[in-house]
C-alpha cells in the first residue's frame, strides 16, 4: 500500500505554495491521489492536501462516512478537487474545533465560513462545483489553505483555544 508519511508543521512543503495541476489523465496525478488516499486513510483524516505528503500540487482529498477524530460531525461525500476555488456564499462565520494530520495531538478552535461554494477538476480534468456548509465547508477551506501555505493554528483568533486534544476534551 502506498502509505506516505505526513509531514508536520515546520515542513517546508507546508509553508509554500503550491502549483496549479496542468496535466490530467496522468499516471502521476492518479498515483498521487492514490497515495493521498491510502495515506488519508492510515492516518484517520477527514482531508488530506498534497503538500501534506510533501507534493506541491494543487489537490486535495477529503470525505468519511464516521471518523473517530471528530465522532460528532456527519458524514461528508469522498471529493478529489484539484485545482480547488472557493468563493463565500454568507459573510457568516463560526468558529469550530479543528486538528490536523500535520499538527498530531492539537485543537484548536477556527473561525470559517458557514457556507462556500467549490469548483475545482476530478481527476479526469472534468469540472465539479457546488456549495458546501458546516463542518463540510469547513474541511474545504482548512484544506485549500494547505495550497497556500496556511495552517489551522494560524487562524487561531485567541491562542487559549489552542491545546493538546488529550487536556482540552
Ligand atoms: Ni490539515
Not at 462516512?65 to 463565500?88: C, H, M, Q
Request: glycine letters at 10%; proline letters at 5%.
Amino acid at each position: 500500500m502506498p502509505i506516505k508519511t505526513v509531514v508536520k508543521m515546520g515542513n517546508k512543503s507546508l509553508a509554500n505554495a503550491s502549483l496549479s495541476v496542468t496535466n490530467f489523465c496522468d499516471g502521476e496525478l492518479i498515483s498521487l491521489i492514490d497515495d493521498m488516499r491510502d495515506t488519508m486513510q492510515q492516518y484517520g483524516g477527514v482531508g488530506i492536501a498534497a503538500p501534506q505528503i510533501g507534493c506541491s500540487l494543487r489537490v486535495i482529498i477529503f470525505g468519511f462516512d464516521k471518523n473517530s477524530r471528530y465522532p460528532n460531525e456527519r458524514a461528508v461525500p469522498f471529493t478529489i478537487l484539484v485545482n480547488p476555488v472557493l468563493e463565500n456564499v454568507t459573510d457568516n462565520i463560526i468558529d469550530g474545533w479543528e486538528g490536523c494530520l500535520s499538527v498530531p495531538g492539537l485543537r484548536g478552535l477556527v473561525p470559517r465560513y458557514h457556507q462556500v461554494r467549490y469548483s475545482g477538476y476530478d481527476l479526469n480534468g472534468n469540472i465539479i462545483s457546488g456549495v458546501a456548509e458546516g463542518f463540510h465547508a469547513r474541511i474545504l477551506q482548512h484544506e485549500v489553505d494547505h495550497l497556500d501555505g496556511i495552517l489551522f493554528p494560524h487562524r487561531i483568533k485567541d491562542m487559549k483555544s489552542f491545546g493538546y486534544e488529550d487536556e482540552l476534551f
